[in-house]
């Protein structure tokens, strides 16, 4: 738990293959993971270093309790904090730590008006920020803001996984999504709001006044 960002809530791993990788967790039993590959993220707010780029990645999700798991890959030419972290380490390992953001923006601006120094290294929108104190060294942390896509996904994820028997290991979210979502699915009126209240985030520190 962190006073000034919140309770870290996922671990994320930068590998070169992400379906390289799956098998050490899938063999120690953690799963399913929910795979979405090489797909793009666009738009006029994705931006590495303040320089808008255009990120095609693969990234796979799964939860241990109440902890979450990622693993990406990034495949497309240009610059990223993934492909930074791989010339550091290139076989891959821990690249970030994320903690809950209501608005990216509104995080951005209360960290600032903490007197907290992050460095923004690269948006993805309204989605996700990765920041880092100049320096310090991996991991870096993950703001990942709690938008309906991150709350349906990451719901169904928790879901199967609180349940998992060791069958199907890895899983299409875009498939799975569906299903759980749509008529007779388990997630049909879901709360999924649940899966953001994570213990501490009430005593995150806030600027005063």
Not at 87 to 111: C, F, M, S, T, Y
Not at 176 to 183: I, N, S, V
Request: proline fraction near 7%.
């Amino acid at each position: 738990m962190s006073i000034i960002l919140g309770p870290i809530v996922q671990q994320g791993y930068v590998v070169p293959d992400v379906r390289a990788a799956l098998p050490y967790f899938i063999d120690i039993g953690v799963g399913p993971f929910f795979i979405r590959d090489r797909f793009d993220v666009v738009g006029g707010n994705c931006t590495y270093r303040g320089q808008e780029q255009t990120f095609n990645i693969t990234a796979a999700f799964t939860y241990s309790g109440e902890h979450q798991f990622e693993l990406i890959c990034h495949h497309n030419e240009g610059p990223s904090v993934y492909k930074d972290f791989l010339k550091d380490n290139p076989q891959g390992g821990l690249q970030h730590v994320a903690v809950w953001a209501d608005d990216i923006d509104e995080e951005l601006a209360r960290l600032q008006a903490l007197g907290e120094d992050f460095e923004v290294l690269q948006r993805f929108n309204q989605l996700d920020c990765y920041i880092k104190k100049p320096g310090y060294p991996w991991p870096i942390i993950q703001l990942m803001a709690t938008v309906e896509r991150h709350r349906r996904m990451f719901t169904m994820v928790k879901y199967y996984t609180d349940r998992y028997d060791g069958t199907r290991p890895i899983r299409f979210i875009d498939e799975e999504l569906k299903l759980f979502y749509g008529p007779g699915g388990p997630g049909e009126g879901m709360d999924t709001w649940e899966v953001t209240k994570a213990p501490g985030r009430e005593r995150v520190l806030q600027p005063a006044g």
